[in-house]
């Protein structure tokens, strides 16, 4: 069945440094694919997303490319901030019947440091 | 325009007990989705419901889970004869649409059990 795959956490940063997280995926067909971010104590915000292979999404200095032949979604910033700490999940949609079924990463917990 | 509300936050429930977790999906949509967390992990798709009718219901455990989402009201995730192994969070989501559309996610409740 379909899965998502992500580096494991805890991941420790200076603020201004570079953060990747990666992300792997494998499934059936071509899924869209979303990074969310849980703060503490919150549910869950979309951070971007990709639909089709080579799209690149961005938001909030995040991007992530959609990467088919390497079935990768890893998601950068190129100088993070303290309030960038929380935990990030990698997620496709199975879309599969036409609905938006979400298959989550076990998430990245980044911890950045003044 | 309000958010996705899930009532309550916390719940505390001994073993044995029953649990009701109640999601208002935000205004105008119509599509929501049940998930888990485990403690650690990442989130666990259980059910997806459209209005008064359930559309797909593949992750949710064959006995003691139940979910409904009436014409009027909130959806209504229902586990009977709680167990120590159902301590999570349990996260709503709602669409506007089917499909490829943004899912938007409440706070979640924390269920423990004792």
């Known amino acids: 069945g379909n899965s998502v795959t992500q580096m494991e956490g805890p991941v420790t940063l200076s603020e201004e440094a570079f953060l990747t997280i990666n992300c792997t995926y494998t499934a059936t067909g071509y899924p869209s694919l979303f990074w969310y971010v849980q703060y503490p104590g919150e549910g869950l915000q979309l951070l971007l997303k990709?639909?089709?292979?080579?799209d690149k999404g961005s938001n909030k200095g995040f991007e992530a490319t959609y990467r088919k032949e390497t079935t990768s979604f890893h998601l950068e910033k190129g100088s993070v901030q303290v309030s960038d700490s929380a935990v990030y999940f990698c997620?496709?949609?199975?879309?599969?019947?036409?609905?938006?079924?979400?298959?989550f990463g076990a998430g990245t917990r980044l911890a950045v440091h003044p | 325009n309000a958010g996705v509300m899930q009532n309550p936050r916390h719940l505390v429930r001994r073993r044995g007990q029953e649990a009701r977790l109640r999601c208002s999906p935000m205004k105008g949509h119509s599509h929501v989705y049940w998930y888990r967390q485990l403690p650690e992990e990442g989130l666990k798709f259980m059910v997806y419901l459209q209005k008064e009718n359930i559309i797909d219901e593949s992750g949710m455990p064959k006995e003691r889970f139940s979910a409904e989402f009436p014409k009027e009201g909130p959806s209504i995730l229902r586990i009977q004869q709680v167990v120590r192994g159902d301590s999570a969070a349990y996260f709503c989501?709602?669409?506007?649409?089917?499909?490829?559309?943004?899912?938007?996610f409440g706070q979640g409740t924390r269920l423990t059990v004792v």
């Open positions: 989501a709602s669409s506007l649409g089917a499909g490829d559309t943004e899912a938007f």
């Open positions: 990709a639909t089709k292979a080579d």
């Open positions: 997620a496709l949609s199975e879309g599969a019947g036409g609905y938006n079924k979400l298959i």
